[in-house]
């Protein structure tokens, strides 16, 4: 079990991602490929009962420290922590592998389940406060006194000061898990549960609702995680000008809101228009 302790000001720095993170996917991904394959493969040599790398950023020797703790090294983990080309060629292969054949096929799939997921979050943060969303989260999770106590083969206690507390969804992962802390920040892994299906006859209520044009729109943001205007347009088939109308006035009935990212604005969902248009056979958190 890892323990939290948040202090006094922990639960005013509760903080819910929106967006999916990828390498938090992919390593989601390769933990569930280690189960399935022999102790001889590459990557299942990589992980013990309570170690798993954090692929997205390679295998760090720190990792390999902490594994070689917990089981023997073997001839290909040995070359890797010796820092071989050879050793991590295959490694690169074989993450390479993994991604484009368990993550990236899923992109929009893990967008649409990770943004569902924190919409309920969202709405529960706002509508009941950051303790009894952290009470609230499941997953065998528990905040007692003032600690998060998170249910991981990993013992461990963590002070988070002045760092914030981020609850990730990961829409291929199945288990509470905690990334590698960061000098600003902790962030605890749930299961974002599958990603929303359509109903039979919900389009059409939708519709009747918004009007078609408006209820395309909310329905591909929702179902993407968040797009871009160009992208919208895209998946509507309109003009820009066209999507940007459609946003405009989502945006102004609360149900979207546009943020900047680098260059790009992209158009995401709030907690009501998630819960507008997403299915009623949606993951409930």
Excluded: W
Excluded at 202 to 228: N, P
């Amino acid at each position: 079990m890892i323990r939290i302790h948040l202090g006094s000001d922990g639960l005013g720095s509760v903080r819910i991602c929106d967006l999916p993170d990828f390498g938090a996917e992919l390593t989601a991904a390769g933990r569930a490929y280690a189960r399935r394959r022999r102790p001889q493969d590459p990557l299942a040599q990589l992980y013990a009962r309570s170690i798993a790398p954090d692929l997205a950023e390679g295998v760090s020797p720190l990792h390999l420290s902490h594994l070689f703790a917990c089981r023997n090294p073997t001839p290909f983990t040995k070359a890797l922590a010796e820092g071989e080309e050879q050793a991590r060629s295959v490694l690169a292969d074989a993450i390479g592998h993994l991604r484009g054949t368990a993550v990236e096929p899923q992109r929009s799939g893990i967008r649409s389940a990770v943004a569902t997921r924190a919409a309920g979050l969202s709405h529960r943060y706002v509508t009941s406060g950051a303790s009894v969303l952290l009470q609230q989260l499941g997953h065998g999770i528990r905040l007692r006194r003032g600690v998060l106590e998170l249910p991981t083969s990993f013992d461990a206690d963590l002070e988070l000061g002045r760092r914030s507390l981020q609850i990730q969804a990961v829409a291929l992962s199945s288990q509470v898990t905690l990334a590698e802390p960061a000098d600003d920040q902790l962030a605890v892994r749930i299961p974002a549960g599958p990603a929303p299906r359509t109903e039979p006859g919900q389009e059409e209520a939708l519709r009747s609702l918004l009007g078609a044009g408006r209820a395309a729109a909310l329905r591909s943001i929702v179902m993407s995680g968040g797009v871009t205007g160009r992208q919208l347009a895209s998946l509507l088939g309109v003009s820009n000008a066209a999507a940007s109308r459609h946003a405009a006035v989502l945006r102004r009935a609360g149900l979207i809101r546009t943020l900047r990212r680098g260059q790009a604005v992209a158009h995401v969902a709030t907690p009501l228009g998630y819960q507008l248009a997403r299915p009623e056979t949606a993951a409930k958190p």
